[in-house]
């Protein structure tokens, strides 16, 4: 008999193992003896599956197939058509070419039509449409969410380059455009004073002499 060790029973859980360790009744009290065990885990347990209905309340008939599918489909009987006498629900499946595989999917289905008629929202098939149909929900809802990103940034981008062009720096200032007579008035500005300094001294220096 193995007793589960004392500290923790599961040391750990990931990817739906669980690793138990249990102490081997010996006279070693430290040997343990460890074990996995694998589980499914599901977000959302489905219903079970629905059981096939009593072959006396069944009609079967075998018909020839058609569409593609070769002379296996076309000429022999391996379609099958199954009837419901309580409900009078009649499916036919003509999935493959064997028969026998053809005679237990048209039961499957019409388990499933049974249960969805008794159960209504409740049945197999509306919960996993509804569980299908959620899950595109969200696949689209992120597909849109991961395009508005991109055309975000794309947005943001082209407003840079406008106003890399615009001429605007960093501050949101505008660079003013200088043309060649604006420089050249620039210089006639700045160098006048220095030639009016220039003219004082020579006036001086003649004054000067004049006077010695």
Same mark, same amino acid.
């Given at each position: 008999?193995?007793?589960?060790?004392?500290?923790?029973?599961?040391?750990?859980?990931?990817a &739906?193992?669980?690793?138990?360790?249990?102490?081997?009744?010996?006279?070693?009290?430290?040997?343990?003896?460890?074990?996995?065990?694998?589980?499914?885990l599901?977000?959302?347990?489905?219903?079970?599956?629905?059981?096939?209905?009593?072959?006396?309340?069944?009609?079967?008939?075998?018909?020839?197939?058609? &569409?593609?599918g070769?002379?296996?489909?076309?000429?022999?009987?391996?379609?099958?058509?199954?009837?419901?006498?309580?409900?009078?629900?009649?499916?036919?499946?003509?999935?493959?070419?064997?028969?026998?595989?053809n005679?237990?999917?048209?039961?499957?289905?019409?388990?499933?039509?049974?249960?969805?008629?008794?159960?209504?929202p409740?049945?197999?098939?509306?919960?996993?449409?509804?569980?299908?149909?959620?899950?595109?929900?969200?696949?689209?809802?992120?597909?849109?969410?991961?395009?508005?990103?991109?055309?975000?940034?794309?947005?943001?981008? &082209?407003?840079?380059?406008?106003?890399?062009? &615009?001429?605007?720096?960093?501050?949101?200032g505008?660079?003013?455009?200088?043309?060649?007579?604006?420089?050249?008035?620039?210089?006639?500005?700045?160098?006048?004073?220095?030639?009016?300094?220039?003219?004082?001294?020579?006036?001086?220096?003649?004054?000067?002499?004049?006077?010695?």
């Open positions: 008999m193995l007793r589960p060790f004392a500290s923790s029973r599961a040391l750990f859980r990931s &739906g193992t669980i690793r138990n360790d249990y102490v081997l009744p010996s006279a070693n009290p430290g040997l343990r003896h460890s074990f996995s065990t694998s589980v499914t599901q977000k959302k347990q489905l219903p079970p599956r629905p059981k096939h209905p009593p072959e006396s309340e069944i009609e079967e008939s075998f018909l020839k197939g058609s &569409g593609p070769g002379q296996k489909i076309n000429k022999t009987n391996s379609a099958v058509q199954i009837k419901h006498l309580p409900t009078g629900i009649v499916v036919k499946s003509q999935a493959t070419r064997s028969r026998t595989q005679r237990k999917i048209a039961r499957d289905l019409l388990a499933l039509k049974l249960d969805e008629l008794a159960n209504g409740q049945s197999r098939a509306a919960v996993v449409s509804e569980v299908k149909k959620k899950r595109a929900a969200s696949r689209a809802k992120k597909s849109r969410r991961k395009y508005r990103k991109l055309a975000e940034s794309q947005d943001d981008e &082209g407003s840079i380059a406008e106003e890399a062009e &615009g001429g605007e720096d960093v501050e949101g505008e660079w003013e455009e200088i043309s060649a007579d604006s420089v050249e008035e620039v210089k006639a500005e700045t160098e006048e004073p220095q030639f009016l300094d220039r003219a004082k001294v020579q006036s001086t220096e003649s004054s000067i002499t004049k006077n010695k």
